[in-house]
């Protein structure tokens, strides 16, 4: 690396400052090498969470999500009351029966 930044013309500061670099990681390879691996492990982490909130859709908004489920609940209601108003047709055919019953039951009895 030193090698390159000799080749290619670099101000005099810079050039010290990556021959620093250079014996800095020469001198302390496992903490150099760790510091990069979290550092790529960490934008690797950063980049595909950008991804997935890109492709993830906008939540719905509040008013039309509360509507919906307004209207889902509304639906479920009228659905329990036609069933209910069946069930009430029936026991009313049922009460008119018995009451027919019991009318001519009480005629004979007389």
Known sequence: MVESANRISMPPAVR?????I????E???MPSALTVFGLGVGVGLLATILIT??????????????RRQAMDSASNAVDRASHVSGE???IAQQAAKHAVDSVLHML???
Not at 16 to 20: F, K, L, N, T
Not at 53 to 58: L, R, S, Y
Request: glycine residues 0%; hydrophobic residues 25%.
């Open 22 to 25: 250079v014996h800095t990681i």
């Open 53 to 66: 909130m890109e492709q993830e859709a906008p939540p719905e908004p509040w008013p039309r999500r509360y």
């Open 16 to 20: 010290q400052s990556a021959e620093e």
């Open 88 to 90: 009430v047709a029936n």
């Open 27 to 29: 001198r302390n390879p």
């Open 108 to 110: 004979r009895r007389n």
